[in-house]
């Protein structure tokens, strides 16, 4: 059985960090790119990075410099480091594991992240 179980998210001042975990497994996750998106009330579900097997990562314009995404094969798990929040990025985040090239692709259930003074 395939879970994905995110943690960390939580209620932060503007400035403030928050780290993001999503546990893997049930998965080959060396073979996976992953990637964490968002989702605001309203709004349509977003990228925010997304990490290769390899380790190259890419970002949404809009947490670039600001947000950082890794990975731990040997844990199975993908992280989300995000800085200087602004209560922009207040969203539900989500974790996904994508095997390119299949129909193999999976989401965890997400962790509200809400930046408020």
């Known amino acids: 059985q395939v879970q994905l179980v995110e943690s960390g998210g939580g209620l932060v001042q503007p400035g403030g960090s928050l780290r993001l975990s999503c546990a893997t497994s049930?998965?080959?996750?060396?073979?996976?790119?992953m990637g964490w998106y968002r989702q605001a009330p309203g709004k349509q579900r977003e990228l925010v990075a997304v990490?290769?097997?390899?380790?190259?990562?890419n970002y949404a314009d809009s947490v670039k410099g600001r947000f950082t995404i890794s990975r731990d094969n040997a844990k199975n798990t993908v992280y989300l480091q995000m800085n200087s929040l602004k209560p922009e990025d207040t969203a539900v985040y989500l974790c996904?594991?994508?095997?390119?090239?299949?129909?193999?692709?999976?989401w965890g259930q997400g962790t509200q992240v809400t930046v408020s003074s």
């Open positions: 996904n594991a994508d095997r390119q090239a299949t129909t193999l692709k999976y």
């Open positions: 990490i290769s097997r390899v380790g190259s990562t």
């Open positions: 049930g998965i080959t996750f060396s073979l996976y790119v």
